[in-house]
């Protein structure tokens, strides 16, 4: 008989045990689940259009503003694929307004007669014809979207946003403001000592289409599925001379003057998002 | 005896059994986990009654709304079955509580920003902001900052190039009085993984600074200016914990500035501060982009409810 009641014991305890076991292999519910359910996907294989306005932010010598466009196709929902380009036009600086001030009254007072050679101030004309503006840009990005949510305004408006950052090649096309009309006949390899004049030399050659990189970040704020406000800084990184002139003291205008720019644009414009209906995750 | 072994062999049975089932059957009754089920559509079906308590638990994993609360009816309003008296499940708004509460508290943010639009010089500002908070979206604050000029190759290039070296400024030091206020705020997914909460703020305040000349020629005696200077700004907090923020911010300190004169070398002591009023002043916009690390105290809130 005890060993009847040992051997009932023992199964209590080994039923026990069984369900012991079976309560530890409980898990949580959430794990592995994503942090939102039935989330909007904004992007994913939908096709970004953005007509935009862009202003620079650190020229040196003429501000660029003018109009563009961006065409981003999304894979999934935080990368993308696209390209934009951007048509621009010039104005002087402040700070080039007074330099022009400064080099003309500078000019008049040296050069009475007309420019002398080897200056080294340059004359007004000399100036204007090599200092560069841009006018247009482009690039070919990959855009990564991180970050993307809901917000609320004065908690009574509310609205889906997401924040992205975007790398790839970017070119920027320098132009001189006007054809030359100084002299630039000087040829910068052969001349010798101190001969070799900045202000006679040939400043075309910082002109044209400089490929080199572009970054940015921006962000979206979604009115609708397929209607947002897109804000944008950018930045081309290409080798230029945006002054047109001697750079490192030789007296002679050859690339070596050209040196890394950073050219940061503002943009902001209306993203329109297609097909217009957004997918919901499960 | 024999009897009554059978009966405790039963009797241990029972227990046994009982305990084995019972934690199945509570394994059972719980909710399934999200993305488990297998044909539930997007708008589950809330418009029933309460469940009874003692029956499972309903499955609540429902599309949120894009308040981010969640409507107790949202398909079926005309379903009678879900009225309360007067009151319906549709009438019922689930609103989650504000995850972090400033009110009374301050916040210690340790800064460094830096100027984004003098092509010329370059301010490097290390400071900080004590911020206290009158309401949720209300602060009052103080900010200092050390700032630091770094000349750009620009300056050097336009004496290269163009002969003309433009009058230019340092800045010791600014100090203001900030008043804030947070008219968004948000949560944003990180990848769909991490769920974080951030805010916007404006910002505007008046306070003073200190700005010296730089000469062109640096054999020549530089002249001090104490200004009053206002600014205005945009920034926002990511909240990484209850008590930890990160900050990043853009200002625009504006103020009248007094420069070196053009014409200093025809003074007739050009190495001496020439009089004040040949003074070049001009208006400045100096824009700072910045980022700090926020601190509240105390660390910790409570949560109060209307009784």
């Known amino acids: 008989m005890r060993n009847h009641k040992l051997r009932s014991l023992t199964l209590a305890v080994a039923l026990l045990g069984s369900a012991g076991m079976a309560s530890a292999e409980r898990r949580n519910p959430l794990d592995g689940q994503p942090a939102i359910r039935y989330r909007k996907e904004m992007r994913r294989l939908r096709f970004e259009i953005t007509p935009s306005f862009t202003t620079d932010t650190n020229q040196q010598y003429k501000h660029a503003f003018g109009v563009g466009g961006t065409v981003v196709f999304h894979f999934l929902d935080y990368v993308g694929v696209g390209f934009e380009g951007e048509y621009l036009f010039n104005t002087n600086t402040a700070l080039e307004t007074q330099v022009r001030k400064a080099v003309g009254t500078e000019a008049n007072l040296r050069y009475p007669g007309g420019y002398k050679t080897p200056g080294p101030n340059p004359t007004l004309a000399q100036h204007d014809q090599r200092v560069l503006g841009i006018n247009a840009t482009m690039s070919a990005f990959v855009q990564v979207t991180p970050f993307a949510g809901k917000f609320s305004l004065f908690s009574a408006a509310f609205a889906r946003y997401d924040l992205y950052a975007k790398g790839g090649l970017g070119l920027v096309n320098y132009v001189q403001s006007s054809k030359p009309t100084a002299d630039q006949s000087q040829n910068a390899k052969t001349c010798t000592g101190t001969v070799c004049d900045p202000n006679i030399q040939n400043t075309s050659i910082y002109t044209g289409l400089k490929v080199g990189g572009m970054i940015g970040v921006g962000v979206h704020l979604y009115f609708t599925d397929w209607l947002g406000l897109q804000l944008e800084l950018r930045d081309y990184i290409v080798k230029a001379d945006r002054g047109g002139g001697d750079v490192n003291g030789d007296r002679r205008l050859t690339n070596s003057d050209a040196t890394t720019q950073n050219n940061i644009f503002f943009t902001a414009g209306l993203t329109f998002v297609l097909p217009p209906k957004a997918r919901i995750t499960r | ?300 809130f409570d949560y109060k409810y209307t009784r």
């Not at chain 2, 879900?82 to 009374?104: A, F, N, T």
């Not at chain 2, 300056?155 to 002969?163: L, N, P, S």
């Not at chain 2, 305040?205 to 020549?220: F, T, Y």
């Not at chain 2, 900050?247 to 501060?273: G, I, S």
């Open chain 2, 1 to 300: 005896m024999k009897r009554s072994d059978v009966r405790a062999t039963f009797i241990a049975l029972c227990v046994g059994a009982g305990l084995v089932v019972g934690p199945l059957t509570l394994h059972a009754q719980e909710p399934t986990p999200p993305g488990e089920e297998t044909t539930s559509p997007p708008p589950a079906d809330t418009s029933s009654p309460p469940p009874d308590v003692s029956g499972p638990p309903t499955d609540v994993s429902g599309p949120p709304t894009d308040t981010g609360t969640v409507k107790a009816t949202e398909e079926k309003p005309a379903d009678s079955k879900g009225e309360l008296g007067s009151l319906q499940w549709k009438d019922i708004l689930v609103v989650p509580r504000r995850p972090i509460l400033k009110y009374h508290r301050v916040e210690l943010i340790p800064t460094y920003n830096v100027s984004v639009a003098n092509t010329l010089v370059r301010t490097h500002g290390f400071g900080g902001i004590v911020n206290y908070f009158l309401s949720e979206t209300l602060a009052l604050g103080i900010e200092a900052n050390y700032l630091q000029p770094q000349l750009l190759d620009h300056y050097t290039i336009r004496g290269i190039q163009d002969r003309v070296l433009p009058s230019i400024n340092r800045y010791y030091w600014n100090a203001s009085l900030d008043f804030s206020y947070v008219p968004v705020y948000g949560k944003f997914a990180l990848f769909n993984r991490y769920i974080l909460q951030w805010e916007a703020y404006i910002e505007a305040g008046i306070g003073g600074m200190e700005s010296q000349w730089i000469s062109r020629n640096p054999a020549d005696k530089n002249a001090t200016n104490f200004l009053v200077q206002g600014h205005i700004g945009v920034g926002t907090r990511l909240f990484l914990t209850k008590w930890l923020v990160i900050h990043a911010y853009l200002k625009d300190y504006l103020f009248a500035d007094k420069y070196e004169p053009a014409d200093r070398a025809l003074q007739p002591d050009p190495t001496a501060v020439p009089p004040t009023n040949t003074f070049s002043s001009r208006f400045v916009q100096n824009v700072v982009f910045g980022v700090g690390v926020g601190m509240f105290l105390p660390t910790s």
